[in-house]
């Protein structure tokens, strides 16, 4: 038996990845605390050579198996891994100073963070149910452990543990659905498994057996109704920088996992999973908006938030198949994947706020703490409050698309119940982001002290929101590189 | 579909019988047969070099976990390295080079964990 060289060219950016943050992770062993800026200069440098090969790879036309189609590199993939480097790379300058004064900013902050988006990568480029897992366990195994980083933190570990329990509880389930699927037809392969369901002949009660506990693990990895329960609790446990990084990057990782999952190897069954998808994606705009008007702690109430906005993203894809044909499908997973993408650029600025507000020995952690921004920084006033609009959806901010063109998805396939409940849930959050803005422009400020900001935040932060404002002027660019993506699929 | 897990249902069956049917059985002999002479020696529980008595929730060294994971990090790397070797013949250069790299980043480890002091007991 002979194993001939598998093509490596579509996997060069993981491959580049791993030898890098193998790299990262032994320098770092010789550096001391005044040198820790080797290690952060190092890792950005890793992701900015990570986003070249992908730009490289995605030159080339149409998508590329390799690794016996374990393996595949598409225009979805490289423009999800594109927004993930961004992200991670954002997380990093964000988190530096945070990090740093708590003494959490050790080499294994960046080599656990390296090493989580390799998992992402993975899971975005996966073709088959074992590289899928794969990358989901390497991910998430970095999260658990970058969530009790600040060890001495009772809330961390308890955060962390709560993660650790649950998470090995969801990809059980995603496992044993997967298992049923793999009885069903005889395949792991996702594209294999599609075929394989067209022709028929299936055990239908097995099938739809693993296609609950598929869609139960999914929803567990983007946090949706019923599976949301560890969301507020890490959110809040975690340190406000880990926070960041679970709430951005990895949204983005399960949201190319459900497309992977259900449309990629499920497509068939799109009639049963619509129906799941459409349940949760009320319960959770139902939930993650009423629950986060009670919070008076910011990143539980962000956490209630991201619920609610991943009940928005399931709404586009639980409405692309309509009547067993799929010709508007493309639209509408392309708005769940624009959705997505903005919620990550949204997002990072609003924690990114949190953190803003965080100095050495005082953390930000609640909504009273935004109290007058605007005369302590009228620039970052101005910053959060078009996050917060962009997060409750207002024009001209890049959210107002998001929503329109998911609820547009809702509505051409018949579904107008849908987007009406979808506004309405959408009109009671944004009683908690204009709460924000107006505790900055209408309120005396408690905390007098001036904002120390570093200056790579600073301006990092401000093109984030000039990004979500310039975006939300112009986004047909990111909608058509949606489109483009979703329909090479 | 049922039928198809009757074995198993048998199977269930006869293994508790086989399971609890020497147990009760040994219990019955030894009292009727065997001689019953305790001691306080005998009588007290053997807990691994352990204080028998004591709160369950006490401190334990951590550092008997952290040589526990690191040694099964290393063990299954020999439990991959043996059948890899056997066959080494057949899997030509390809199966050479992925052992090497996975063997590669186990170092990357194990300089890791060297530096961090992780194999110092003191």
């Known amino acids: 038996m002979n194993f001939p060289m598998p093509n490596l060219l579509p996997a060069y950016a993981e491959i580049f990845l791993l030898t890098m943050t193998c790299i990262v992770l032994v320098v770092d062993l010789f550096l001391d605390d005044q040198r820790r800026y080797v290690t952060y200069v190092l890792s950005l440098l890793t992701l900015a050579g990570c986003a070249f090969f992908t730009i490289g790879i995605g030159s080339i036309p149409g998508p590329t198996y390799t690794f016996n189609n374990m393996f595949v590199s598409d225009l979805m993939a490289n423009v999800l891994k594109l927004a993930s480097y961004i992200a991670v790379a954002v997380n990093m300058v964000y988190s530096r100073s945070y990090m740093a004064d708590r003494g959490m900013l050790r080499g294994e902050y960046f080599s656990l963070s390296l090493f989580a988006m390799l998992g992402m990568m993975v899971m975005i480029s996966s073709n088959h149910f074992l590289t899928l897992y794969m990358g989901l366990e390497l991910m998430s195994l970095c999260l658990y452990a970058m969530v009790a980083l600040n060890r001495d933190s009772a809330t961390s570990t308890e955060a962390a543990m709560k993660y650790f329990v649950l998470g090995a509880l969801a990809s059980g389930l995603l496992l044993y659905g997967m298992s049923m699927i793999y009885g069903a037809t005889g395949s792991l392969e996702m594209r294999n498994i599609a075929k394989i369901l067209e022709v028929g002949s299936t055990n239908r009660v097995v099938l739809v057996f693993g296609l609950v506990f598929v869609v139960a693990g999914v929803a567990f990895k983007l946090g949706v109704v019923p599976f949301h329960m560890w969301i507020p609790d890490v959110y809040q446990g975690a340190p406000s920088a880990v926070t960041l990084f679970i709430a951005s990057a990895p949204k983005l990782a399960a949201f190319a996992m459900a497309m992977r999952l259900l449309v990629n190897g499920l497509i068939p069954l799109a009639i049963d999973w619509q129906q799941m998808l459409t349940l949760l994606a009320v319960l959770s705009m139902a939930l993650g908006n009423l629950a986060a008007i009670a919070q008076s702690n910011i990143k539980r109430m962000l956490a209630y938030s991201t619920i609610s906005h991943m009940g928005f993203l399931l709404l586009g894809m639980a409405t692309g198949v309509v009547d067993g044909n799929w010709l508007s499908a493309a639209e509408a997973y392309s708005a769940s994947m624009f959705y997505a993408i903005v919620y990550t650029l949204t997002t990072l600025a609003a924690f990114g706020s949190v953190l803003l507000l965080s100095r050495a020995g005082f953390e930000a952690e609640n909504i009273e703490d935004y109290k007058g921004l605007n005369r302590r920084s009228p620039w970052f006033a101005f910053i959060v409050l078009v996050t917060m609009f962009s997060l409750a959806g207002i024009p001209p901010t890049v959210g107002f698309y998001a929503k329109l063109s998911v609820l547009q998805s809702a509505v051409s396939a018949g579904q107008v119940w849908l987007a009406v409940v979808a506004v309405l849930f959408s009109l009671i959050g944004a009683f908690y982001y204009l709460r924000i803005v107006k505790l900055m422009y209408f309120d005396d400020p408690v905390d007098t002290a001036p904002l120390a900001v570093r200056l790579d935040m600073s301006v990092l932060l401000s093109a984030n929101g000039v990004a979500i404002l310039l975006l939300g002027i112009m986004p047909q660019q990111l909608m058509e590189l949606c489109f483009v993506a979703i329909k090479s699929l | ?122």
Do not use: H, T
């Open chain 2, 1 to 122: 579909m049922l039928d198809n897990y009757f074995p198993i249902l048998a199977f269930i069956f006869v293994s508790i019988a086989v399971g609890i049917g020497p147990s009760i059985g040994g219990w019955v002999c030894s009292s009727l047969l065997g001689w019953n002479r305790p001691d306080s020696q005998k009588l007290s529980p053997y807990e691994c070099g352990f204080e028998a008595f004591e709160d369950a929730r006490m401190k334990f060294d951590v550092r008997y976990y952290l040589v526990a994971i690191l040694f099964i990090l290393f063990d299954l790397e020999i439990a991959f390295l043996f059948p890899w070797a056997v066959v080494l013949n057949e899997i030509g250069f390809f199966g050479f080079v992925s052992m090497m790299i996975f063997l590669l980043i186990l170092v990357v480890g194990f300089i890791y964990e060297w530096m961090k002091g992780a194999l110092e007991w003191e």
